[in-house]
């Protein structure tokens, strides 16, 4: 009989259009070559409203790619927990929901209460990933270098007595210009500013405060954006390092979401020696946060010194059959297809509580 694996995509976040292309990819790839035998993909739906959809709507949804809008009757209704009943049926689920309410630990704390095992990293991990001043704190615990940076508190934007001008002196004195200016728990680039004056920081505090309470601001550097993924539970592999050009003035949600602004170069082309290190970084990175199955970590190779700084972890990048993750793996000898399958095997073997 064929694993029944519940592809759960969609979820409330800035980055549900990439998840429904996610699903599309991954989905196609379980019902292709040896995995028709294997699986039966049943996929569910996390709308924007955080509402559920079973099988069936969830299957319109990847055939049109685009989101299924909320509906009238739905407003003001608060049923996110009531699950379509084919949820019963999943032997393994595979979230593919990226940022906030998905990547971040929220629904694998859930998928852990129901007892079922599912792709990725648990709770602990993905909450660790997400928030870039844990995340932080995880990669200084390990020894990994990274960017010089200062944790904002929202309230130290809107405070009375205001503490506001001294914050933006001390980001001044410590971090200089340019700066970039953070959400601590987003991705696609969103809310994300580089700034140059202390202007533009303010604006850049104020809108940043509106996606999240808590905020980072980084030293910006000059250097090659590098990216490497990673494979497997606690002996985890490296694939080949990836490298993102692109012409714009940094790596933005334009510049990442619109055909042609961005080449990914695999594999990048570098120093033996600093491919090696990025790889075992790559490693020591998702054992820090106690990573499993999959992330993308992303680097800054500064070429002028030869150093190499952390930038972040993803544990659920962008997989679409043109993302970064699965190229590098197809690049490293995993097709897209035994990638899949491959994460799927490896939840089996973490089970559930372990
Ligand atoms: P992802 O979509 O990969 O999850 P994200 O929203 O978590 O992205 P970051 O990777 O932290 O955001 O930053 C987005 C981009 O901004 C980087 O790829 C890079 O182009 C630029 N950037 C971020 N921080 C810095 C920095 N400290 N110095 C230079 N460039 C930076
Ligand atoms: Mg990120
Ligand atoms: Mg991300
Ligand atoms: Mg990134």
């Not at 976040?13 to 049943?42: F, M, P, W």
């Not at 728990?185 to 500013?193: D, K, Q, R, T």
């Not at 990048?268 to 020696?273: E, H, R, V």
């Not at 993803?314 to 690049?331: I, V």
Request: proline share 5%; with cysteine; glycine share 8%.
């Amino acid at each position: 009989t064929k694993l029944k694996v519940g592809l759960l995509f969609g979820g409330c976040s800035g980055e549900h259009e990439v998840s429904i292309s996610s699903a599309r990819a991954i989905a196609q790839a379980l019902k292709s070559g040896e995995n028709t035998n294997k699986y039966e993909v049943l996929p569910f739906y996390i709308q924007k409203n955080g509402i559920w959809q079973g099988v069936e709507i969830a299957q319109q949804v990847l055939a049109a790619g685009s989101p299924y809008l909320p509906t009238d009757e739905q407003q003001g209704k608060h049923n996110l927990w009531q699950f379509p009943s084919q949820a019963s049926e999943i032997d393994v689920w595979f979230p593919i929901l990226h940022g906030p309410n998905g990547e971040d630990g929220t629904v694998q704390g859930l998928l852990k209460l129901m007892q079922v095992p599912f792709v990725g990293t648990p709770a602990l991990g993905s909450a660790v990933g997400m928030d870039k001043l844990a995340m932080k704190t995880a990669f200084a615990q390990a020894g990994l270098p990274q960017v010089k940076y200062i944790a904002v508190n929202r309230s130290q934007i809107y405070s009375n007595p205001c503490v506001f001008p001294k914050l933006c002196d001390e980001i001044e004195a410590t971090l200089g210009y340019p700066c970039f200016v953070k959400p601590a728990n987003l991705g696609s680039s969103v809310g994300i500013a580089k700034v140059r004056s202390r202007a533009q920081l303010e604006t850049a505090l104020d809108n940043a405060a509106s996606y999240d309470r808590r905020l980072i601001v980084e030293a910006g550097v000059v250097a090659r954006e590098v990216e490497c993924a990673v494979l497997g539970n606690d002996q985890a592999k490296a694939s080949v390092v990836g490298e993102i050009t692109y012409t714009s003035d940094f790596y933005d949600y334009q510049t990442k979401y619109t055909a042609g602004q961005a080449d990914l170069i695999i594999p990048a082309s570098l120093p033996d020696a600093i491919t090696t290190q990025i790889q075992e970084m790559a490693i020591k990175a998702f054992a820090a946060v106690d990573g499993a199955g999959l992330a993308r970590v992303d680097f800054f190779y500064v070429e002028q010194t030869g150093e190499v700084l952390i930038n972040e972890i993803n544990t659920l990048p962008g997989f679409t059959t043109t993302s970064m993750y699965p190229q590098l793996w197809a690049a490293t000898g995993i097709p897209f297809s035994e990638l899949v399958d491959q994460l799927i095997q490896l939840a089996l073997e973490r089970k559930v509580n372990s």
